[in-house]
């Protein structure tokens, strides 16, 4: 028996037994501690909306928008998927289907997945069919899309790779299941002949994308405590990559980055957050379980600024926007932060409901995707 929960970051968790998960919810109860309340702030750079779309609400899911070259395809839990250019809508489908996971995509054709397992393949061009395919179990992240593989992550702890060219299945990589495990909406990472993800037991696990094999795993977080509950310690979100680096974040566990190739251990923090991580040329920066954004030394780890006045806003992964930081909140309100010293710097309303996706950059510009289904993208001057 499975009982979603909501936890401090917007995604869900999964139950496998009979025990309650509100201990690990921290906006559970009347008496449970306030999400800050905003102050005033006087911007010291511009930002505005340059534009938005309605696409569909998500419903209980988090749908991630894609972004190639100057394309936006975000889908919506009734089956909608669209494409937009500049504003504009090229076209629009409906998949026949509930969706519960996407988007996708790359130059050739977009990705969307159901609660069911199905998968769905569309052309970029003008939303034709390509193909149906089906998966293990259902698909709550986005699918991973090149021109060699489709990786796509069920809620079985699997990942399967798929024919771009046809959809048939090419191999599949299972972790052994957990008594509980958080609902991770983040997709699989493809880079040269890796696939990376991360998975619960605090595992970010490297395979090939050839076959599937198993080629390195790193111990982002090892599970605590004495309860199912307290030793929860999933990766919930992308790992970010920069050089020969990746690092990964552990709900109820610590940042840590790796050598890319070998999967050695180059530094940790012990930072919770299932919400992700951030890195650029100079800082790696996650959003925490509380609420504050750390920016953190890329070579070691060491604390640089923290801004802790969003206190449980249920942020979203930071995204680096050149000399700014954005990060957005369960009252749809995007935060823009100093990259110098965390500062706030600027604020973008959207449609009031909770944005749970990850932040995407499209060029010099930032797209938000809301819960109720507003997608809008916005100029930072």
Same mark, same amino acid.
């Given at each position: 028996?499975?009982?979603?929960?909501?936890?401090?970051?917007?995604?869900?968790?999964?139950? +496998?037994?009979?025990?309650?998960?509100?201990?690990? #919810?921290?906006?559970?109860?009347?008496?449970?501690? &306030?999400?800050?309340?905003?102050?005033?702030?006087?911007? @010291?750079?511009?930002?505005? =909306?340059?534009?938005?779309?309605?696409?569909?609400?998500?419903?209980?899911?988090?749908?991630?928008?894609?972004?190639?070259?100057?394309?936006?395809? *975000? /889908?919506?839990?009734?089956?909608?998927?669209?494409?937009?250019?500049?504003?504009?809508?090229?076209? &629009?489908?409906? /998949?026949?289907?509930?969706?519960?996971?996407?988007?996708?995509?790359?130059?050739?054709?977009?990705?969307?997945?159901?609660?069911?397992?199905?998968?769905?393949?569309?052309?970029?061009?003008?939303?034709?069919?390509?193909?149906?395919?089906?998966?293990?179990?259902?698909?709550?992240?986005?699918?991973?899309?090149?021109?060699?593989? +489709?990786?796509?992550? @069920?809620?079985?702890?699997?990942?399967?790779?798929?024919?771009?060219?046809?959809?048939?299945?090419?191999?599949?990589?299972?972790?052994?299941? @957990?008594?509980?495990?958080?609902?991770?909406?983040?997709?699989?990472?493809?880079?040269?002949?890796?696939?990376?993800?991360?998975?619960?037991?605090?595992?970010?696990? *490297?395979?090939?994308?050839? #076959?599937?094999?198993?080629?390195?795993?790193?111990? =982002?977080?090892?599970?605590?405590?004495?309860?199912?509950?307290?030793?929860?310690?999933?990766?919930?979100?992308?790992?970010?990559?920069?050089?020969?680096?990746?690092?990964?974040?552990?709900?109820?566990?610590?940042?840590?980055?790796?050598?890319?190739? #070998?999967?050695?251990?180059?530094?940790?923090?012990?930072?919770?957050?299932?919400?992700?991580?951030?890195?650029?040329?100079?800082?790696?920066?996650? *959003?925490?379980?509380?609420?504050?954004?750390? *920016?953190?030394?890329?070579?070691?780890?060491?604390?640089?600024?923290?801004?802790?006045?969003?206190?449980?806003?249920?942020? @979203?992964?930071?995204?680096?926007?050149?000399?700014?930081?954005?990060?957005?909140?369960?009252?749809?309100? =995007?935060?823009?932060?100093?990259?110098?010293?965390?500062?706030?710097?600027?604020?973008?309303?959207?449609?009031?409901?909770?944005?749970? /996706?990850?932040?995407?950059?499209?060029?010099?510009?930032?797209?938000?995707?809301?819960?109720?289904?507003?997608?809008?993208?916005?100029?930072?001057?």
């Amino acid at each position: 028996m499975r009982h979603p929960f909501r936890v401090a970051a917007g995604l869900s968790l999964l139950l +496998v037994g009979c025990s309650t998960l509100d201990a690990l #919810n921290p906006f559970s109860g009347p008496s449970g501690p &306030k999400m800050a309340e905003l102050q005033a702030i006087q911007p @010291t750079d511009a930002v505005r =909306v340059l534009w938005s779309a309605d696409v569909g609400k998500a419903g209980d899911h988090t749908f991630v928008p894609a972004v190639v070259d100057s394309s936006v395809y *975000a /889908a919506a839990l009734d089956g909608t998927v669209v494409r937009l250019d500049d504003g504009q809508q090229v076209w &629009k489908i409906n /998949a026949g289907k509930p969706l519960s996971g996407g988007v996708g995509a790359d130059q050739r054709m977009v990705v969307v997945g159901t609660a069911k397992g199905e998968l769905f393949a569309f052309a970029t061009a003008d939303g034709s069919l390509l193909w149906k395919a089906r998966a293990s179990s259902e698909v709550v992240a986005p699918p991973t899309v090149s021109p060699g593989l +489709v990786i796509v992550r @069920t809620g079985d702890h699997r990942l399967a790779a798929y024919d771009p060219l046809d959809g048939k299945r090419k191999w599949v990589y299972q972790r052994p299941s @957990t008594p509980l495990s958080l609902r991770v909406a983040a997709g699989p990472v493809l880079i040269d002949r890796y696939v990376f993800a991360g998975f619960p037991g605090g595992k970010l696990i *490297a395979v090939s994308a050839e #076959n599937g094999a198993p080629l390195w795993e790193g111990t =982002v977080a090892l599970p605590k405590g004495t309860t199912e509950l307290d030793r929860v310690a999933d990766v919930t979100s992308v790992p970010v990559i920069d050089g020969r680096m990746i690092c990964a974040v552990a709900f109820q566990g610590r940042v840590a980055c790796f050598d890319l190739g #070998n999967g050695n251990l180059i530094w940790s923090r012990d930072i919770s957050s299932a919400a992700g991580v951030a890195i650029d040329s100079r800082y790696v920066y996650v *959003a925490d379980d509380r609420g504050a954004v750390h *920016a953190l030394d890329k070579a070691s780890g060491a604390s640089l600024w923290k801004q802790d006045k969003l206190f449980l806003r249920r942020l @979203t992964a930071p995204l680096p926007m050149h000399n700014l930081i954005a990060v957005a909140d369960v009252k749809g309100i =995007v935060h823009f932060l100093s990259r110098d010293d965390g500062s706030f710097a600027a604020r973008q309303t959207t449609d009031g409901s909770a944005v749970r /996706a990850p932040l995407q950059r499209l060029g010099s510009h930032l797209v938000v995707q809301t819960a109720n289904g507003r997608l809008l993208v916005i100029e930072t001057q």
